[in-house]
């Protein structure tokens, strides 16, 4: 069976099938490249349409809320039914674009700068670390793959308390804090969301090693779109954290 990844959208079993495909009928690194490509590129394009809007003086929330509710849906779809990949993950990018440009745009808006700092961020840390996983600096080892998993779930567990305690007015102490203590949690959060970037990477290079069929490039694209958009939105709170201090 193929090795775990810490992202939802690539699960153990995504790749593992009776048969496998060769030739113009297999997945590929280097197709999944440009299909990660093209992905990020309507991505972009939709963030810049919603963070024009917002600044234009229109009320961007609906759109934020809208592109949030209908990139789930998208999310658990694609993540169920990897066939469906190739025409959901263009509309998943064009929804969660819109979500990111509005929300991009209210951060910049309190604190001018700070969506570029994040951007960059998020480029180097993603390059870093492909860097470091091609050259083996960093290995998607068994023992390496279980930690990240573990952390990443404890993440989601503690996001998902927060939103059930926030709506009866209570709040996780420290996690949305500006302090020393909610900034280190921001850190380690930011850490574990940049690793699972590795467990990405090697899921997406198994998958091409092992024939999975050509639909699967764009399933791989999503994923590790899934990686970037929570890497950045990371970055984006913890920035800000940093910068309401002054």
């Keep these: ?18 048969d496998s495909f060769s030739g113009m009928n297999a997945m590929t690194v280097e197709g999944t490249v440009n299909k990660s490509f ?4 309507i ?12 600044f234009d003086g229109m009320n961007v929330v609906p759109m934020a809320i809208g592109g949030a509710i209908v990139g789930l849906i998208l999310a658990l779809i694609v993540s169920f039914v990897p066939r469906t990949a190739p025409y959901l993950v263009p509309v998943y990018a064009i929804a969660e674009g819109m979500f990111l440009g509005a929300l991009s745009a209210t951060y910049e808006a309190k604190f001018n700068g700070i969506t570029l700092q994040a951007t960059l961020l998020t480029m180097g840390v993603f390059v870093a670390l492909l860097i470091a996983y091609k050259t083996r600096l960093i290995k998607a080892t068994e023992n390496f793959k279980l930690g990240v998993v573990a952390a990443t779930g404890g993440v989601a567990l503690v996001y998902l308390l927060s939103f059930i305690l926030g709506l009866f007015g209570i709040q996780v102490p420290y996690l949305h804090s500006n302090d020393w203590i909610g900034i280190g949690i921001s850190v380690v959060i930011v850490i574990i969301a940049a690793l699972n970037l ?11 090693h092992r024939g999975a069929p050509k639909f699967m490039e764009w399933y791989g694209a999503f994923g590790l779109m899934v990686t970037l958009v929570w890497l950045y939105l990371e970055i984006l709170r913890l920035l800000a954290k940093l910068a309401s201090r002054d």
């Design 1 to 18: 069976m193929i090795g775990r990844s810490g992202n939802p959208t690539l699960r153990s079993d995504t790749f593992d099938r009776p």
């Design 38 to 41: 093209i992905t990020l590129v």
């Design 198 to 208: 590795v467990l990405d990477f090697d899921f997406i290079e198994e998958g091409a």
């Design 43 to 54: 991505l972009l394009g939709s963030a810049f349409s919603a963070w024009m809007l917002y």
